[in-house]
């Protein structure tokens, strides 16, 4: 499947800032069978010089600086992705280090008893899948960007980058290396700019590599996903993060268009 994908990122404020740092997570990534044939990034305003780095995780990175005073800031990026028909594991053997980062619990994703408490005894990776999606309902307003693995199981409820983090803490509970992975997910019912990002895991196989699990749908990646960024959990990848200088209240809108070419 051929996608194109078109992030718009509108940072305003009340009122003037004189200078803003902002780092994008949003290039699509290259391999187990995802190409990303084209990206571009537009800013408003115009004319700003845009760096790029890799992260830790392997994960590009692209930052600038703003240093006129503004009181809006507008960055789209656009991309063409190819991805395959079927799942393609990625066969890379992680480091002891990254082996040692997937094991870990984090802040989104700690080892409290009510994750604890959900892994079934001896279960594998697709059967903590299952239990994650049997446990939550899939509810949009219940939850925020800070919420906890643990919260959201107390809720029984939240959104894709919750459904992520429970199973990232019950597979590290029990042994098996997992990854946070950002990125999108192609609806064809879904028009405009009604689209969203989405959040699912990678779980390490020693005969199979990495597979990619979405606990939110039950199911493992399809041609239907746009891989951009992994990392430990959320904080590793957001799309958009940023600071800036001056006395105004900022506002976040975003939005997000995919369409199948």
């Known amino acids: 499947m051929i996608l194109r994908v078109e992030h718009t990122t509108e940072f305003g404020y009340d009122g003037p800032i004189a200078e803003a740092y902002t780092e994008l997570r949003l290039r699509p990534q290259e391999g187990a069978g995802q190409h990303c044939s084209s990206f571009r990034l537009a800013t408003e305003p115009p004319g700003v010089r845009v760096r790029e780095y890799l992260d830790h995780f392997g994960n590009a990175v692209h930052h600038f600086d703003v240093l006129e005073s503004h009181d809006r800031l507008l960055v789209t990026a656009t991309s063409e992705v190819w991805t395959p028909q079927a799942p393609v594991p990625d066969r890379r053997v992680p480091t002891p280090l990254e082996l040692h980062d997937y094991l870990q619990p ?42 906890r693995a643990d919260e959201v199981l107390a809720l029984g409820r939240g959104v894709c980058q919750d459904f992520a983090h429970v199973l990232l803490a019950a597979s590290r509970l029990t042994g098996i290396p997992a990854r946070y992975v950002s990125g999108y997910l192609y609806d064809p019912t879904l028009v405009g700019d009604n689209a969203a990002s989405h959040a699912w895991v990678d779980v390490w196989d020693e005969e199979q590599g990495w597979l990619a699990l979405d606990p939110t749908h039950d199911r493992e990646q399809t041609e239907a996903y746009v891989r951009v960024a992994i990392g430990r959990d959320y904080a590793d990848v957001p799309p958009t993060r940023g600071v800036w200088t001056g006395q105004a209240v900022e506002t976040l809108s975003v939005r997000v268009g995919l369409q199948a070419l």
């Open 106 to 147: 984090t802040g989104y994703a700690p080892f409290a008893d009510a994750v604890r408490e959900l892994v079934p005894g001896h279960a594998g990776a697709r059967e903590l899948m299952h239990a994650v999606y049997s446990e939550l309902r899939y509810d949009p307003g219940a939850t925020d960007v800070q919420t």
